[in-house]
């Protein structure tokens, strides 16, 4: 019993190679403990890519070929056989793992395949301290872009609350690229510099989406966040707290020209509603100023009401 958890240890999913190669689990075992931990990994790798992907392997049919590799030929020439040897540095992350097995041997392949492909989630894997399972899983989910060894550490530490987040950026970080590139360019050049990764700076830069109406000569929309800013510095108001709320489609603003500034609310599928309409420092509009609003809203389409819901 003992034996068969220390082999199960050992090889993680992959003890039924083991014996195989090894012919009788003592022999495995005994072979396996006998070994280097970063050559007991290179063997779970091997076997990994006879399970997994086995078009990738010198010869993978000629199983006495690779006993006889396996047992006697240098770790250099294992990688080489293997198909990793393009995985730059894949022997260096071997020897940063710990002595137990991955427990998901595609693990292996995923690690080999950051190495391979390069850039910035391959040199973080190289450079961590202690590489783990977690590590590899992290790394294949943040984007590239904002890999950083300090914040993956943070990850694997538990620092970073809300990894929930960061999984979603790879996608924002590509539609960025599209939308606004010259934003994402500064923001990867922050990074790049050392600043601190967080979703929160991505969504900094997600372009607002169109207004609901183009508006009038004196009613025009803040359609993006320095209008937005300007006006809350020229009004001395809080509009900058809602900036989450247009990105998100459920509100817009609109200044009528100096006088006043106003929140379109949406009403689902009906349209959109005025939630209020406020001067400067969220002063009431006085009634020339209702008025002039008033006569801009006469040409906005149906799904935009009419109504300005202040008292006169």
């Known amino acids: 019993m003992k034996s068969q958890t220390l082999l199960s240890a050992l090889t993680g999913g992959l003890q039924g190679w083991a014996i195989a190669f090894f012919e009788t689990e003592p022999l495995a075992l005994q072979a396996l403990v006998s070994v280097t931990a970063r050559r007991r990994h290179l ?9 997994l992907r086995a078009e990738r392997l010198d010869q993978a049919e000629n199983i006495d070929l690779w006993r006889e590799r396996l047992r006697y030929r240098c770790d250099v020439e294992l990688v080489n056989w293997a198909g990793f040897k393009d995985a730059t540095g894949f022997r260096r992350v071997l020897e940063k793992l710990d002595w137990p097995a ?22 973080v894997l190289r450079h961590l ?49 599209m939308l606004a590139p010259e934003a994402l360019a500064t923001w990867e050049a922050k990074v790049a510099g050392g600043a601190t990764l967080d979703r929160g700076l991505i969504d900094d830069l997600i372009p607002f989406p169109s207004p609901p109406w183009i508006g009038t000569h004196d009613l025009v929309p803040l359609d993006d966040a320095a209008k937005l800013m300007d006006a809350s510095r020229r009004f001395q108001n809080c509009l900058t707290h809602h900036v989450s709320s247009v990105r998100d489609g459920a509100s817009y603003f609109y200044e009528l020209r100096d006088m006043a500034v106003v929140e379109l609310e949406r009403a689902g599928a009906l349209g959109w509603e005025i939630a209020y309409a406020l001067g400067p420092r969220n002063e009431d509009l006085s009634p020339a100023v209702v008025q002039k609003l ?14 300005i819901p202040i008292e006169i």
């Open 43 to 51: 063997w779970c790798a091997v076997w990994a890519q006879m399970s």
């Open 102 to 123: 991955l427990s998901n041997p595609e693990t292996y392949l995923q690690a080999a395949d950051i190495l391979a492909a390069g850039g910035a989630r391959a040199k």
């Open 129 to 177: 301290k202690k590489v783990t399972a977690k590590a590899v899983h992290t790394l294949g989910i943040i984007p590239a872009e904002a890999c950083t060894v300090d914040f993956v550490e943070r990850c694997l530490a538990g620092e970073v609350p809300h990894l929930r987040g960061v999984v979603r950026m790879p996608w924002r970080v590509e539609r960025l690229r």
């Open 294 to 307: 008033a006569e801009a809203l006469q040409s906005s389409p149906d799904e935009i009401s009419p109504y």
